[in-house]
């Protein structure tokens, strides 16, 4: 069955760069059309899209937060990188990982998502 | 702000219907781009409930639909269950934006 798992630091400094984790299983990132998207909701607040890298290694940003991410794949190791960098307090957010079939379908499976904290 | 725009809230009785709007523009929605929506129960990762505008996945119950007319959509929710109380979110992908996709604020829903 499909799964995903996030790791990575459950705290951070402020300024410091996040290295995030996705480890996915249950299917394959080199199958034409899949896709692994980063999304991340601070406490008590909504949705927030990141980030998206496709099977043919296209990649996608947050036009808001472009200049800080980058994501990467690794397809032999079933693994998705999310960096950011510069972190900030207001960067404190529950990350997700997820897949989509698809370019721009929706996301069928999620990870159950990892708690970073933005504090010195 | 979100890009998609969605009632913070809605509510319901048990049985009752409830829709839930997001409204985009010409470079999302109106551009073509599908519409998602999520369940979120508390303490959880959210839940793929309709996809490609109208369609349920497998194991979702066909009191939730979904549809789609020019620059909005909507989630509608037949047969309303205390189970059903989440919060919802809409996405879909703006072409002003590269292609990134975008989220709604969400929607509480409260069944009464």
């Known amino acids: 069955q499909v799964t995903l798992r996030e790791s990575g630091p459950a705290l951070v400094k402020p300024t410091q760069t996040l290295t995030l984790t996705c480890t996915f299983s249950g299917f394959s990132l080199s199958t034409s059309g899949m896709c692994v998207s980063w999304i991340r909701q601070p406490p008590g607040k909504a949705l927030e899209w990141l980030a998206r890298?496709?099977?043919?290694?296209?990649?996608y940003y947050s036009t808001y937060l472009k200049t800080r991410l980058t994501i990467s794949k690794d397809t032999s190791k079933n693994q998705v990188v999310l960096t950011m960098t510069n972190m900030d307090p207001v960067d404190t957010a529950t990350y997700y990982c997820?897949?989509?079939?698809?370019?721009?379908?929706?996301?069928?499976?999620w990870g159950q998502g990892t708690l970073v904290t933005v504090s010195s | 702000q979100s890009v998609l725009t969605q009632p913070p809230s809605v509510s319901g009785a048990p049985g009752q219907r409830v829709t839930i709007s997001c409204t985009g523009s010409s470079s999302n929605i109106g551009a073509g781009y599908d519409v998602h929506w999520y369940q979120q129960l508390p303490g959880t990762a959210p839940k793929l409930l309709i996809y490609?505008?109208?369609n349920r996945p497998s194991g979702v119950p066909d009191r939730f639909s979904g549809s789609k007319s020019g620059t909005s959509a909507s989630l509608a929710i037949t047969g309303l269950q205390a189970e059903d109380e989440a919060d919802y979110y809409c996405?879909?992908?703006?072409?002003?934006?590269?292609?990134?996709?975008?989220f709604g604020g969400g929607t509480k829903l409260t069944v009464l």
């Open positions: 997820a897949r989509s079939p698809s370019s721009y379908g929706g996301n069928d499976y």
């Open positions: 996405q879909s992908f703006d072409i002003s934006l590269s292609g990134s996709g975008v």
């Open positions: 490609g505008d109208s």
């Open positions: 890298i496709d099977w043919d290694d296209d990649k």
